[in-house]
Each structure stands twice: as structure tokens, then as C-alpha cells.
């Protein structure tokens, strides 16, 4: 808009109505007209815009302001509380957080929705249209993110004294777009202008160095000197829990270089990006989450990041260490433990064990044995995977390069574990080769990060029960049978307030009406008390009418974005997760072209007989995933076709939805009706969002895979549509493959032979296609079972067609889906780790 005066959707003149309201900081009012003054008073005395604009955009970042004059109170309060109280705190490492969306949130946990929609009336703005100027925090990628974004809401509402620990990325990942070519990748802009969240706290800088060389010193001590040194600054985002004053920090580390290290002389004499060189290296580090690895200095960036990150963190838990010790006499080193739980998500951080130990031994002075004893005490570790190519390993040669020290401490820790293993367990001499941390192959020398975990961490956890198995039973078989009470299962969860409460307040409200309490929204077991209403016609009727208005509110999305309009009467099947081949979006799409061929084969009078379907799929495709981007070039190339024949398309509509994120998952959960949650049955650790999509009264079609294991078990096994091969059989049915004894379905065939027609264009689909054909080879066959579970997968969706025409059987079946969700609360995952894992405790702001 280019006037200076802004007009909203109700045509009201915003700038004329707020200049009627006193320009008055009035931070931590309840009242929406005092509420009005403070947001006035931040668009007049905390500006970022020019004067006279009053438009959604300014709108938005004075609110955000306003609410953050709330949290900043809050979390002053609990930080002088946990200092006064000096609980043992859990520190949190992750390389990913997808907060989504901080607004809607805010005003929820802090339980003032209604007041700051008030008061932005008055102001001539809805809060709708507000929310909607918001951009997401970039931090994340996938379920990985999401999970430490939901563990930190648990914590914060939990009362826990817990702290998350990440990188403040610029870029992101990328921004999706679709264009003729398929998936593009863009920067991120969530920090174009800035995040109104983040208080960035100069006092908090530590130095972070790489490259360099250990000197021994005369006593036998030895130090890392040299190299290159960036500074870690620290930005703090506050996490409010639910109606409690409770605010945790979220602490993100930016990569700077100090002023002393531009080189004025350089510049002077013309000789700009060397005069500069170590700044622009210092942005490259928290430029781009998971930078190309492929070339050497991608390898290096990615594994600085890690270090940056583990290094930054435990320099920061050192000193709070150090600061509540300070004025309480004598202390020792084995108190650190009692205080600090420090749990790495996934293999990424995996580095504070070594950098742990150096801060240790060579800044404090500790000797190896006592080091060892304080780090393995503090140090847990969570495996998000059994995927060999993400379990990471590391160059020796790269790691000797960029970290020599931390090289030096993992060559000691993997002498004294191989040491302790043929002293104590000889039986396992042959297997030493494999649990060792270094793999001393002299072709590819590498550092096995998740064996340097196991071997140090106190207690290890997967995170669904069938993923555990696997571990115990599999990947971590032999340290279970040296330490067998180190490995636990942890089931994931997800936070019933942002993935219910606030997304779908429709749903929210029928549920605190027929449960006649919302303790339900901290307490998610309760849900199970709308068993007994499942068969009531009331409660069905306002149930479908939730849903229908939330089917609505998804056609605008889609008709916004990607401009084909669909039928909120169809069955709503949404696929949304990172775009992998072991995640088989690729069997959902042949799926959908069979599903078109036959509906083409039919008379007129046939179709109507068939359930109208629309199609969702939506993700990111790694940017050097080859194959990945080839899928999401077929899906849109599908719906191409699909929603422009005249024939078929009000039978069938095949959508992908563009640069899915948290914010796109709101409005897709809510709305749909069936989910997919197909990967080959032993490869998805757990997943996350079949657990979003069945607490919103979404039935799931699966394989028993991750938590489609324990959701089927909780819902009823009469409410969720199995198919496909269980995670045991897999390994035979490779074999099977590989000696030739496949023999393929014929509708497998048909879809297959329907894309070689060039029935959806002239791209080249057989590179991807060859990944199902042959027996074996690299990137041949079939090593996901997508043939082998096609036959079972179409059977499963000719269930739903007929299922989806019986409207009481369905709805009772959605009902039952939410009922059965309490499990799947992340405030149960939190308190299993709190109890089992961390041995923390509530510390409740009075």
C-alpha cells in the first residue's frame, strides 16, 4: 500500500482510529483498551517504519512488541528464581527448532487472545490479519526441529528449569517455489527486517576457534593455540508455558568477528574482502541450516557449525556454572552433574563430549579420569534414526584439520573404551571393529559420531517403542549387552496447545464443551472421555460442522496459493513431510495415477459411484536430493494433468502445496480428513505429525511403522488403514529381491508404464522410475518396497473410498482418533525424561 494511511479489510480507517488512543506504555495490562495504548505507544516510541504508517505490517511488529514487555517481565522472574533456587538445570542441543510462528502462541500461553483482539479493534486491525504478517522462524527442517520446538513449550509449561540451545540462521534452509522446472530453492527472509522476539545480549560473547595446533606444556598439559578465533553473541527468544509465569530461553548463537579483526590497513590499499576476510567467514557459520556437503568446504562449514554451537553452549552452562557456585564456599567439579543435564538431539552436537572434556582438563585444570566421570554424568543422548547415511561420520583428515585437540581427546576415548572391552568382555574381541568410535579403514578413515554418544552418554533413547526395539535389538545390540540399562525409549510427543488448542480453536471448544472442562489442554489424557460420546448424533453433527468449517479455511489456502480450487465436499488426503524415498511420497503419487487411469476408463455413470478425493502433497526436497526433486516434479506434473480434465476433475484433484512449513501445517491438519504416513515399515524413528493429524480427527493410512505403532494400538486398530510389509520382513524381502524372486502387481506395472506414456509431459522420469526396476545395484531395486507394498497400499485406499461413504461410521471413527491421542502429548514425553533421564524437577515462579 503506498498511501500513509492504511485501510483494513473492513474498510476502517486504521491511522484515523489509532490516533483516538493514547500513546501510554502500559506493559503489563490485561485490559484491551489499555492494551491499545501500549501497542500505540510501540508504534510511536519503538519504531521501525516511517512516521504515519499504520498499516497490518507496523501493526504487527508493535503488538509483538507489546506482548514482549509481558514475556520479558516473565522471564526476569524466572530467571532470578531458578538463580535464587539453583535447581539442576536439562540444557537442550539442537542443530533445528521450527518455532513456526511466535504470536499466536504468545497470547495464547499467556491466555490474553481475547484482549489483544479487542484492543486491535479499537485500533482499526483484526488479530487475524496481524498473525498473518508473521513470518517463520527459519530454524528447522523437519520433525527434528518441530520436536525440540514442542519439547520446549512441555518444559516451559511443566515448570521445568530447562534451556533449548540452537544457531540463529539467516537463510534457513530455503524457500520453496514451484515453477515449471519443479522445486526451486530460495533464502529464507525471516530476518529481512528483524525478529521482534529475539533480546540480544552483548554481555554474552564467547570465542570459538578452529584450525590451529595443541601445544604440550612443560607439566605434561596441553592447550589449543592458534588458528582462528570468531565470537559466539547470544540472542535469547523467550518460551512462555501455559497459564504459568514460567518464561525458558531459547538461546541462539550468531557467528561474529571483532572490529580489531577488519584490517583498515588492507582496506585502505584496495584490498577489501582480505581486509574483511574473517568477518565474512564468521557469517558464512550461521548463514545457511545444512550448507551442501559435497565439496570439502561445504564439509568443513557444517562441521564448524557443530563445534560453534557445542562450544558457545558449554561455555555458557560453565559460566552459570561458575556464577551460582560463586559466594557458597568450596565447591567441587563432581557437583556438575547435580546441577547441569546436558541432552544432544540426535548426532549433530555430538562434539560437546570431546569439547566438553578440553574445557575440563585444559581451561580447568581437571585430570582425564575425573573429566570423563563429570562429562559421561552429564551427557545424554537421543538417536532420531537407523538410516545409515544419517548416522553421521566424520573425515578423520577434515576432523584433525579443524579440530586437533578435540581429534587428540576422541583418540584417548576410543583407546580406553577398546581397552575396557577386552578386559572386561572378551567374547566381544571380534565386534571391537565396529563399536570402536574410529573406523581406521585406511580408504575412508572417519569418526563414528553416534558411536562416540553411546559410548559416552549416560543414558541413550529412541523415540518411538518399535525404534528402540531396533536399537536395542540392532544398530546398539553390543553396548546393550555391555551397559544394559543405558538405552531407554522416550515416545515423542507434540504439544496439544499449539497443535490443537490455538489451530484449531473450532475443534478446541467442542472438546471443552462435551469433556466440560479444558484441563484437557495440559492434561491430554483426559481426552479419553470422549469415548463415551462417539455414537451421540449431537456431537457427531458439531463435529462434521468443525471440520467442514476447517475444510473451507484450507480450499481458500490452496486456491491462494497455488490457484486450483477444490471441493471441500471430497475426502481431504494430505500428505506433508520432508520430501525422501524412504518417507515414499512416490507411492502415494502412483497410487493417485492409477487412481486417474481407472476414472478415465470409466463410463460417467461409474464415477459417480467412486468417493471424490483430493489430493494433497506438500515438502522440501533437499536441494542435492536428485531423486527427491524428481518426486516433487511428478506430483505437480500429475496434477497438471488431473485438475485440468474436464472428465475427472471433480472426481479427483492432485495438489502440491508449496514450501510447506509450521505455519502451512496449521491450516492443512485442521482440514484433513485422511493422512499418509507410509514410509517402509522400520525406517521413520517415530514421526511427528501423524500424531498432529490424529489429535485433530484425522484418520491415518500407515504401515506399523515408528508411532503408527503405538497410535493404532491407542486409537483401535478398527480406526487406522494398515497396509504394507512389518519393519521384520523387510530384510527378507530384500534378499527375496535381490536373488529375482519380485513379481511385480499388474496395476504397479500400469502406473508405471502410464508415466512412460507421457501422459504428464515430456520430462524424463525413467532415472526415477529405475530406482524401482532391477534386483539390485546403486539406486535400483527397490530398496524402499515401494512394488512390493503397492498391491496391499491400493487395497487399503479401495477401504477408505468405502469407509469415507458411511458419515457416522467415519466421524465416529475421527472422534475416537482424538480420544485415543492423550499418549501423544509432548508434557509426558518431557516428564518421562525429567523423571528418567535429566532428574529435574519442577521450580514453579510463585
Not at 683 to 697: P, V, Y
Amino acid at each position: 500500500m503506498a498511501t500513509a494511511t492504511a485501510t483494513n479489510r473492513n474498510g476502517t480507517n486504521a491511522s484515523a482510529k489509532s490516533a483516538k488512543v493514547p500513546m501510554v506504555a502500559q506493559p503489563l495490562s490485561n485490559e484491551p483498551a489499555e492494551i491499545a495504548s501500549n501497542i500505540n505507544y510501540h508504534v510511536h516510541y519503538s519504531p521501525h517504519f516511517s512516521p504515519f504508517k499504520f498499516e497490518p505490517e507496523q501493526a504487527f511488529f508493535a503488538t509483538a512488541e507489546s506482548v514482549r514487555d509481558r514475556l520479558v517481565q516473565h522471564w526476569d522472574e524466572t530467571y532470578l528464581h531458578y538463580h535464587k533456587v539453583d535447581p539442576k538445570q536439562t540444557y537442550y542441543l539442537s542443530m533445528e527448532y521450527l518455532q513456526g510462528r511466535t504470536l499466536t502462541n504468545a497470547i495464547g500461553n499467556l491466555n490474553v487472545q481475547n484482549a489483544y483482539a479487542d484492543a486491535l479493534n479499537k485500533l482499526g486491525h483484526e488479530l487475524e490479519e496481524i498473525t498473518e504478517q508473521e513470518k517463520d522462524a527459519a530454524l528447522g527442517n523437519g520433525g527434528l526441529g518441530r520436536l525440540a520446538s514442542c519439547f520446549l513449550d512441555s518444559m516451559a509449561t511443566l515448570n521445568l528449569p530447562a534451556w533449548g540451545y540452537g544457531l540463529r540462521y539467516k537463510y534457513g534452509l530455503f524457500k520453496q517455489k514451484i515453477t515449471k522446472e519443479g522445486q526451486e530453492e530460495v533464502a529464507e527472509d525471516w530476518l529481512e527486517k528483524f525478529s521482534p522476539w529475539e533480546v540480544v545480549r552483548h554481555d554474552l560473547v564467547f570465542p570459538v576457534r578452529f584450525f590451529g595446533q595443541v601445544e604440550v606444556n612443560p607439566n605434561g598439559s596441553r592447550k589449543w593455540v592458534g588458528g582462528e578465533v570468531v565470537q559466539a553473541l547470544a540472542y535469547d527468544v523467550p518460551i512462555p508455558g501455559y497459564k504459568t509465569k514460567n518464561t525458558n530461553s531459547l538461546r541462539l548463537w550468531e557467528a561474529k568477528a571483532s572490529a580489531q579483526d577488519f584490517d583498515l590497513f588492507q582496506f585502505n590499499d584496495g584490498q577489501y574482502e582480505s581486509a574483511a576476510q574473517l568477518h565474512s567467514q564468521a557469517q558464512q557459520i550461521c548463514a545457511v541450516l545444512y550448507p551442501g556437503d559435497a565439496t570439502e568446504s561445504g564439509k568443513i562449514l557444517r562441521l564448524k557449525q557443530q563445534f560453534f554451537l557445542c562450544s558457545a553452549s558449554l561455555q555458557d552452562i560453565i559460566l552459570r556454572f561458575k556464577q551460582r557456585k560463586s559466594g557458597k564456599g568450596s565447591w567441587q567439579w563432581s557437583e556438575f552433574p547435580n546441577k547441569v543435564a546436558v541432552q544432544l538431539n540426535d548426532t549433530h552436537p555430538t562434539l560437546a563430549v570431546p569439547e566438553l572434556m578440553r574445557l575440563l582438563m585444559d581451561e580447568e585444570g581437571l585430570g582425564w579420569d575425573e573429566a570423563w566421570d563429570v562429562t559421561t554424568r552429564t551427557v545424554a543422548y537421543t538417536n532420531h534414526t537407523v538410516l545409515p547415511e544419517a548416522l553421521e561420520k566424520w573425515s578423520q583428515t577434515i576432523m584433525w584439520k579443524l579440530l586437533p585437540r578435540h581429534m587428540e581427546i576422541i583418540q584417548e576415548i576410543d583407546k580406553r573404551f577398546i581397552d575396557m572391552v577386552r578386559a572386561t568382555r572378551s567374547d566381544l574381541e571380534s565386534k571391537i571393529s565396529s563399536m570402536r568410535i574410529l573406523d581406521d579403514n585406511p580408504q575412508k578413515p572417519v569418526v563414528r559420531m553416534a558411536n562416540l554418544c553411546v559410548v559416552a552418554a549416560h543414558k541413550v533413547n529412541g523415540v518411538a517403542q518399535l525404534h528402540s526395539d531396533i536399537l536395542k535389538a540392532e544398530l546398539f545390540a553390543d553396548y546393550v549387552s555391555i551397559w544394559p540399562n543405558k538405552l531407554q525409549n522416550k515416545t515423542n510427543g507434540i504439544t496439544p496447545r499449539r497443535w490443537l488448542r490455538f489451530c484449531n480453536p473450532e475443534l478446541s471448544n467442542i472438546i471443552t464443551k462435551w469433556l466440560k472442562t479444558d484441563q484437557w489442554i495440559t492434561n491430554l489424557d483426559l481426552l479419553v472421555g470422549l469415548r463415551q460420546f462417539a455414537d451421540n448424533a449431537d456431537l457427531q453433527a458439531e463435529w462434521a460442522s468443525a471440520k467442514m468449517a476447517n475444510k473451507k479455511r484450507l480450499a481458500q489456502y490452496i486456491q491462494r496459493v497455488t490457484g486450483v480450487s477444490i471441493d471441500p465436499n471430497s475426502l481431504f488426503d494430505i500428505q506433508v513431510k520432508r520430501i525422501h524415498e524412504y518417507k515414499r511420497q512416490l507411492l502415494n503419487i502412483l497410487g493417485a495415477i492409477y487412481r486417474y487411469k481407472k476414472l478415465k476408463e470409466m463410463s460417467p455413470e461409474e464415477r459417480k459411484n467412486t468417493t471424490p478425493r483430493t489430493i494433497m502433497i506438500g515438502g522440501k526436497a533437499f536441494a542435492t536430493y536428485t531423486n527427491a526433486k524428481r518426486i516433487v516434479k511428478l506430483v505437480n506434473d500429475v496434477g497438471d494433468v488431473v485438475n485440468s480434465d474436464p472428465e475427472v476433475n471433480s472426481y479427483l484433484k492432485v495438489v502440491f502445496v508449496p514450501n510447506y512449513n509450521v505455519s502451512v501445517a496449521e491450516v492443512l491438519i485442521p482440514g484433513s480428513e485422511l493422512s499418509q504416513h507410509i514410509s517402509t515399515a522400520g525406517m521413520e524413528a517415530s514421526g511427528t505429525s501423524n500424531m498432529k493429524f490424529s489429535l485433530n480427527g484425522c484418520l491415518i493410512i500407515g504401515t506399523l511403522d515408528g508411532a503408527n505403532v503405538e497410535i493404532r494400538e491407542e486409537i483401535g486398530d478398527e480406526n487406522f488403514f494398515l497396509f504394507g510389509a512389518t519393519a521384520d520382513q523387510v530384510p527378507g524381502l530384500r534378499k527375496e529381491r535381490e536373488d529375482g524372486l519380485f513379481k511385480p502387481d499388474p496395476r504397479f506395472e500400469e502406473a508405471k508404464k502410464f508415466i512412460r506414456s507421457g501422459a504428464f509431459g515430456s520430462y524424463d522420469y525413467n532415472p526415477l522410475l529405475d530406482s524401482l526396476e532391477g534386483n539390485s545395484g546403486y539406486g535400483r531395486g527397490d530398496y524402499f518396497l515401494v512394488g512390493y507394498d503397492f498391491p496391499s497400499y491400493m487395497d487399503a485406499q479401495e477401504r477408505v473410498d468405502k469407509a469415507y461413504k458411511d458419515r457416522k461410521k467415519w466421524l465416529k471413527s475421527s472422534i475416537l482418533s482424538t480420544a485415543g491421542s492423550g499418549k501423544f502429548s509432548s508434557d509426558r514425553t518431557i516428564s518421562q525424561y525429567a523423571k528418567e533421564i535429566w532428574n529435574i524437577e519442577e521450580c514453579r515462579v510463585p
